[in-house]
């Protein structure tokens, strides 16, 4: 059973740091493409996913992220312990969010891909920035 746990959120002044972590099981993570992704509070449209905001690759390890988290975000994974983990760095009151982690259902054996095509979804763990 694939399961996705995310931790490290909290309430945390602008400008400040935080790591979140997301402990996965059930699949041989190595070779899976792993995500951040974000859903900010208030109302969203119907079936909407929560906004991509950065990606490891599996194999190559090759990163990608969002132009509204580049150069203040960074996404890396240990295999060896199957966590992803996400550093923010310079928050802003926009960053405040319920962050998730996900992955694919099909492996990346040769590093075609960075970003997964998210199927399974961690629970969130949520990210507040105060002013």
């Known amino acids: 059973q694939v399961q996705l746990v995310e931790s490290g959120g909290g309430v945390v002044q602008a400008g400040g740091s935080l790591r979140l972590s997301c402990a996965t099981s059930?699949?041989?993570?190595?070779?899976?493409?792993m995500g951040w992704f974000r859903q900010a509070p208030g109302p969203q449209a119907p079936g909407k996913e929560p906004d991509r905001i950065a990606c490891v690759g599996a194999e190559t390890e090759k990163t990608w992220y969002a132009d509204s988290v580049k150069g203040r975000f960074t996404i890396s994974r240990d295999d060896a312990k199957n966590i992803v983990y996400l550093e923010i760095n310079n928050l802003k009151p926009e960053d405040s969010a319920v962050y998730y982690c996900?992955?694919?259902?099909?492996?990346?054996?040769?590093?075609?891909?960075?970003?997964?095509?998210?199927?399974?979804w961690g629970r969130g763990t949520q990210v507040t920035v105060s002013t």
């Open positions: 059930g699949f041989a993570m190595e070779f899976y493409n």
């Open positions: 996900a992955t694919d259902s099909v492996e990346d054996y040769v590093g075609e891909y960075i970003c997964p095509s998210p199927v399974f």
